[in-house]
């Protein structure tokens, strides 16, 4: 039996279960020596996110060969890939950076790869006397969690996935968003908000306190989920984009917990003729 394909969120059939039930039809495109590639249409465009995911290894010109039939105009690319230029794409974005942590190994193993700053504030946290909690998402019981994320988004200017798509997710596969809390007494200090789509998990949301950030609650956190995850036999938590500009601390505590920097490998587009 072949292993299962770590493919992003956006490629995972979870994801086009979600936007179905928001309205948004997705396709899936088959592609020779690739995963089923998600798509969906804008304007008369054919767009895939994050993909292809190729499987398997073959030869540069076959692979550009594939890109050139497969009707795609814009492709968010998961990987570098020099045959989207030999099939007539053009790079138009450059490649986000993600951060990708490895849940393989035992707790001892995946603490070692944290870095040292990182490992002591979370031996701080465990002797903080926090409370963790872990429950299946429910919206009534955990809007508290989103209402926060709300408003540090506004509060910061940025945005992330939409909770609309989170809610829709939770919709359709509920066992999949898992919240991880910490609290001092029954009051909640910090929280995260993961979703899983085996083998896979992605972090979407996280927010802390004073208090809990004077605890380090988020390493205590991260680490409790990622050795949930791993129990579960996931192979990797995506901790998403690095952007060490406007969120410098986010992206130290990201790297600090011994996730691996990975390039996407940018927006591309299809110019007719080529």
């Avoid at 789509?197 to 950030?213: D, F, K």
């Avoid at 205590?220 to 406007?246: C, P, S, W, Y």
Wanted: charged share 20%.
């Amino acid at each position: 039996m072949s292993a299962p394909i770590a493919l992003p969120l956006q490629q995972h059939p979870i994801f086009a279960a979600a936007l179905a039930r928001l309205g948004r039809k997705v396709e899936r495109l088959s592609l020779t020596g690739a995963a089923p590639v998600q798509i969906v249409r804008r304007y008369g465009l054919c767009l895939a996110s994050r993909g292809p995911v190729w499987t398997a290894c073959h030869d540069h010109k076959a692979r550009a060969e594939t890109l050139r039939q497969s009707g795609l105009h814009i492709i968010n690319a998961e990987h570098p890939c020099p045959s989207l230029r030999a099939a007539g794409y053009r790079q138009i974005h450059t490649g986000a950076s993600m951060a990708e942590l490895s849940l393989l190994g035992s707790p001892a193993d995946r603490l070692a790869r944290a870095h040292g700053k990182w490992r002591n504030s979370y031996t701080k946290a465990v002797q903080s006397g926090l409370t963790i909690k872990t429950a299946q998402f429910d919206a009534r019981n955990h809007d508290w969690l989103l209402r926060a994320d709300r408003e540090q988004q506004h509060r910061k200017g940025f945005s992330a996935l939409p909770h609309a798509i989170l809610h829709a997710i939770a919709a359709v596969r509920p066992q999949e968003v898992v919240i991880v809390f910490a609290a001092n007494g029954a009051a909640p200090v910090a929280g995260m908000l993961f979703v899983r789509h085996p083998p896979v998990a992605t972090y979407h949301v996280g927010w802390t306190s004073v208090p809990g950030r004077q605890a380090a609650a988020h390493q205590l956190l991260l680490v409790h989920a990622a050795n949930m995850f791993a129990k579960q036999r996931l192979m990797r938590l995506d901790l998403g984009q690095i952007d060490t500009e406007n969120a410098p601390g986010l992206a130290r505590f990201k790297i600090g917990s011994g996730a691996v920097v990975r390039r996407l490998g940018g927006t591309w587009l299809k110019i007719p003729g080529l």
